[in-house]
């Protein structure tokens, strides 16, 4: 998706075409696993000139930005120190005024819970022109994984992403109870490994079956892959003892279709 304020006149372009101040491509990498990726993202690394990566978005992605690309990790892990988001706003209207074609890499789709309408805010205010690359949303790659639909014809007629923490770490207050504890929708949970046992308690008390399937879904993408399938009340207790993990996370409940047996692999015929 082109950006008509500023945006160049020929969107089938690359941005080498970009005025001389410089252009931002947000590119979503996925779940992290290069063949994912859509074409228009492959040809913005390898054009790339700066790529201000999160730490989700690293590994062999980044093999495929030109060799002279300058790469600048600007963190972004839930926990860990992490670049103030002030910072990278500043780095991409820093590299872009510069003239430079500057790829912001984030994982999963960059437009759900990537902080990307800030970043946009800021280069709106700087007057530098960029486009969106859409990408595979985390959850649709971690259903794929798990071998499960999201939704479901009768059962799971709705399909619900949430985030588990506010802008404090804490659980937000002012949830949507009635659309959460629906028992014909699949809500997904980012973020939510440490308040999920909060966030449980709430949704039983306010009516939602303690025994409604969830799914955790662990460093989906990657060698030490996990998926846990429980309940909502089951999942709870685990990650209330032993505490979240310290891989990226996400938390599936609702009417989920049945998974492959526990410890079964799916497998790609090449």
């Known amino acids: 998706m082109w950006h008509e304020h500023n945006a160049p006149s020929a969107p089938t372009s690359a941005p080498a075409s970009a005025p001389a101040t410089g252009f931002v491509s947000f590119v979503s990498s996925g779940p992290a696993d290069p063949e994912l990726l859509t074409v228009r993202a492959v040809k913005r690394l390898e054009a790339a000139e700066v790529v201000l990566y999160d730490a989700l978005a690293a590994g062999p992605i980044l093999e495929l930005a030109g060799a002279n690309a300058e790469q600048i990790s600007v963190g972004k892990r839930a926990g860990r120190p992490s670049t103030r988001q002030e910072e990278v706003n500043a780095l991409l209207v820093e590299h872009a005024r510069n003239g430079r074609r500057v790829v912001r890499l984030k994982s999963g789709d960059a437009g759900i819970f990537g902080r990307l309408e800030e970043e946009i805010a800021a280069l709106l205010e700087a007057g530098i022109p960029f486009e969106i690359v859409p990408g595979v949303p985390s959850a649709l790659a971690a259903a794929a994984a798990a071998g499960i639909p999201l939704t479901r014809r009768l059962t799971a007629r709705r399909l619900q992403f949430i985030t588990g923490a506010d802008v404090t770490g804490g ?24 308040n999920f046992p909060a966030l449980a308690r709430e949704l039983v008390a306010r009516g939602l079956c303690a025994a409604t399937p969830a799914l955790l879904a662990e460093a989906v993408g990657h060698p030490h892959q996990r998926m846990i399938r429980t309940s909502v009340e089951e999942l709870a207790a685990l990650l209330e003892r032993e505490g979240p993990s310290p891989h990226p996370a996400l938390i599936f409940y609702g009417p989920l279709a049945e998974l492959p047996p526990q410890g079964a692999r799916l497998h790609s015929p090449l």
């Open 171 to 194: 659980l937000p207050e002012d949830q949507n109870w009635a659309a959460l504890t629906d028992p014909h929708a699949t809500t997904v949970v980012f973020m939510g490994q440490r």
